[in-house]
Each structure stands twice: as structure tokens, then as C-alpha cells.
């Protein structure tokens, strides 16, 4: 598996890809380092909420999505833009759902549009909403995840639930500054588990993996062909 891959997955916020009143004290950042301390807030957000809506209906194709309850970031956290029906959720997660040691933990030009099917909207997407919380509550990146590891050994955020997956097929999505828009894909949260029963990374195989030890969960992504609006995806290997 190549460091872009590597890289990839780990801005998904998770895998995955946020924060906030911390960034009134922002730091000067450096070229070296340019994401050492939270953005402007207003860095991190979408002026235009149906612009929002349209860039998380985008991670998963219109069948999908179009039928999905949606959920835009405020200043307050994540907000019901769009009552769904088909148990699905879109949002796009922004760079604090990273590694704490990822480098675009605090990239505000993060953009990751995200289709949580039921499951994982009711297991997995309870993380991301904690990690806003708490980053809109002004708590640092330590601060956060030593949070979020609390809530996890008290059994306060929901267990993994059986089947949990997500669509990432975004030509919008922006994963970090290695990745950039890297490939449509769909990704399977299963309990921590050894990623070789699913076959992941081995030369050839179509799965990659990564296990997740600060969310206690191991992350499978399988590239697709085509973006969610039907156009074809690069070929290059991933």
C-alpha cells in the first residue's frame, strides 16, 4: 500500500477527515508545518447551505443520496438540513475527523462529502458528531481525543453496529493535501480485526485496510470506477 493510500485513509477520520474555538488563539503557521493550530472558524465552513447539501449529496449516487436525510456544519455543530427516508445520511466531514498525528488534522480546505448507510449512521457517524463537539467547545486536538476516548471505555458512543458502511464517491471531495481528490470509494467500520481475513493490501487484491486504534474499529476501502455522477474515475493505481 502506497504512503498516498496510507495518507488517504488516514484524513477520511479514521479514516476519515474538524475543529473549532481553539481557532481564535491560531498560531502563525509555517511552510513546513502550515496546519499547526486551528484556521478561522469561518475557514472550515460553507457560506452557502445548499451548496453544502449538494456537495454531501454528492459522495454517493443520486439513487442513494437523493432519498437521504442530510446534515450541513454550523457554528454550533452539525445541523438537519434535509429529512431523509431511506436511512441514509450525508454530511461532509471536515479535517479534525483525522489521525491526531495526521498533518491535515487542522486543513481548512478539507472537504470529505460522506454517505453513512443506516448502521453507520446510527454507530460510526455518533464519532464524528462527538469530535465536533468537542472541537466546537474549544477543546484541543489532545483534549478531544482523550474525550473521545472516555465516552469509548464508558460505553457513552454507540457500539460498531454489524454492516456499517459509507460511500465517498465525491469529484468534489478533497481529502488532504497528499491525497487531493484520490478515488471514488466505499469503505466498510468493522470491530478492530487483523486486516488480512479480508484479504486487504496484498498486491492485486481490490481491499485496503487500515486499523483505527483511537476509535477502536479497523477501516476497509474498496476503490470504484466511477465517480457518483457516472463519470469515470482515474486508472491509475491508487
Not at 171 to 177: A, K, R, S, V
Amino acid at each position: 500500500m502506497t504512503r498516498k493510500i496510507i495518507g488517504a485513509i488516514a484524513s477520511l477520520g479514521v479514516a476519515l477527515a474538524m475543529v473549532l474555538g481553539a481557532g481564535r488563539h491560531a498560531h502563525a503557521q509555517t511552510a513546513t508545518a502550515p496546519y499547526l493550530s486551528m484556521a478561522p472558524l469561518d475557514q472550515y465552513l460553507i457560506a452557502d447551505r445548499n451548496a453544502e447539501i449538494t456537495l454531501a449529496r454528492s459522495a454517493a449516487p443520486a439513487s442513494i443520496s437523493r432519498d437521504a436525510e442530510v446534515r450541513v456544519l454550523g457554528r454550533h455543530g452539525y445541523e438537519t438540513a434535509v429529512k431523509g427516508t431511506n436511512g441514509f445520511v450525508c454530511v461532509v466531514q471536515r479535517s479534525w475527523t483525522a489521525g491526531i498525528d495526521d498533518p491535515d488534522f487542522w486543513n481548512p480546505k478539507l472537504r470529505a462529502p460522506i454517505c453513512f448507510n443506516a448502521p453507520a449512521a446510527r454507530s460510526y457517524l455518533p464519532l464524528t458528531i462527538k469530535k465536533t463537539a468537542l472541537v466546537l467547545a474549544g477543546r484541543s486536538k489532545t483534549q478531544m481525543f482523550d474525550s473521545v476516548r472516555v465516552a469509548l471505555d464508558e460505553k457513552a458512543l454507540p457500539a460498531l453496529e454489524s454492516g456499517a458502511m459509507c460511500y465517498m464517491m465525491s469529484g468534489q471531495q478533497y481529502l488532504n493535501d497528499r491525497a487531493k481528490h484520490w478515488h471514488p470509494h466505499v469503505m466498510f467500520f468493522v470491530p478492530t480485526t487483523d486486516t488480512l481475513a479480508w484479504g486487504a493490501n496484498l498486491r492485486g487484491s481490490p481491499v485496503l485496510g487500515t486499523p483505527d486504534a483511537q476509535d477502536r474499529l479497523t477501516v476497509f476501502l474498496v476503490p470504484v470506477g466511477k465517480w457518483s455522477d457516472g463519470t469515470i474515475a482515474p486508472t491509475d493505481e491508487p
